[in-house]
């Protein structure tokens, strides 16, 4: 099972109100870490990412919002706490926040394309990718084949958990007819991705040990309301 959770960030003053009504009702641990941020568009980034994961294990595990904890591993990525069998990866970029859900390893990554930034190719990433990002075409095909690429990098290392102690040029992709595929790896290759440009200004890409994705839901701000009521 693969799902992904998608919401794109409302006006500042829009979210101030819906944040202002729903404040008391929340964790503390969860208006300990929303405030910590000064700008109210990383706030409500974070503040969406926590509200999606419990809106969808309150419906899915009948749980009470408050009744959802997490634990991080040595490498900071959140899991369920004392609940087995149950995984899922936030990323945010921008107006987007997303979230990928599964019964098993998972990482998404979205990024909005922001300006030209394949001197990081040049750094990171393979010489055989980069010898296919510089013949990609003209500079905003390149532009894309760098973003592309980019969040398939990050997707498979926040699926594999080690993305901290792993090196962006100790794998490697390429790219055939049907799309993106992991060329060669040290940390295994049983996984599938699924990558796109996202609402014209970014990509997405997710790694799963699924070939297909259930979906993809806008997330409903109401149902925080609802949830948190």
Known sequence: ???LYTFQLLEEAEFLK?????????PEQVQQKVD????????????????IVRNYYSEKLDLKPAEIDFEYNEHQKPHLKNIKGECFNISHSG???VVAFSDKA????????????RNIAERFFTPSEIKD??????DEMQIKYFYQLWTLKESYMKAIGDGLTMSLSSFSFAKNADGFYLLKSKYGAECF????????????????KYESLEGSIAFDIKKAQQLFA
């Open 1 to 3: 099972m693969l799902s």
């Open 18 to 26: 819906f944040y202002q009504e729903i404040y008391h009702s929340l």
């Open 36 to 51: 910590a941020f000064k700008f109210p568009a990383d706030q409500q980034r974070s503040l969406i990412g926590d509200l």
């Open 95 to 97: 107006n987007y926040v």
């Open 106 to 117: 998972v990482g998404v990554d979205v990024e909005v394309m922001k300006k030209d930034r």
């Open 133 to 138: 990002m510089n013949e990609a075409g003209s």
């Open 193 to 208: 991705f699924h990558s796109q440009e996202w609402n014209g200004d970014a990509y997405l890409s997710i790694c799963s």
